[in-house]
C-alpha cells in the first residue's frame, strides 16, 4: 500500500553529476525523517544524508560539500543531488524513511524504518 520509489541512478563519469529521486507513493499522512544510504559491493550500506521533516540535515563526511539531500513534503519526495562524484561513490542508492504513516482500508498505519528497492550508482572513466 506504500511504496518508496527511486530513480536518477545511472553512469556517470568523475567529476560529474547525477539526482537522485525518492517518491513515496500511496495515501500517505506523514513521513518522518528520509534519508539515502548506500551500499557497495562487499562493504556494508552506510549512511549518506538524512533529513527531518523540518529540513534539518546529516551527511557522511565523505559527501560534504559535494552532496546536498532536499525534500518535497507536499510531493512526498526526498531528492540527493550528487556533484563532484568520485568512483568511491559507486553503489547502490537506498531511499528510506524511519517513519510512514498512511491510509489504508479506512485505517491510519504505520510502518518503521522503511526502505525503496535501490538505484545503481556507477563512477567510472
Excluded at 26 to 35: P, T
Excluded at 82 to 105: F, H, Q
Aim: a positive charge; hydrophobic letters at 30%.
Amino acid at each position: 500500500q506504500v511504496q518508496l520509489v527511486e530513480s536518477g541512478g545511472g553512469l556517470v563519469q568523475p567529476g560529474g553529476s547525477l539526482r537522485l529521486s525518492c517518491a513515496a507513493s500511496g495515501s500517505i499522512f506523514s513521513i518522518n525523517a528520509m534519508g539515502w544510504y548506500r551500499q557497495a559491493p562487499g562493504k556494508q550500506r552506510e549512511l549518506v544524508a538524512t533529513i527531518t521533516g523540518g529540513g534539518s540535515t546529516n551527511y557522511a563526511d565523505s559527501v560534504k560539500g559535494r552532496f546536498t539531500i532536499s525534500r518535497d513534503n507536499a510531493k512526498n519526495t526526498v531528492y540527493l543531488q550528487m556533484n563532484s562524484l568520485k568512483p568511491e561513490d559507486t553503489a547502490v542508492y537506498y531511499c528510506n524513511a524511519d517513519r510512514i504513516r498512511y491510509y489504508s482500508g479506512g485505517y491510519l498505519n504505520t510502518e518503521f524504518d522503511y526502505w525503496g528497492q535501490g538505484t545503481q550508482v556507477t563512477v567510472s572513466s
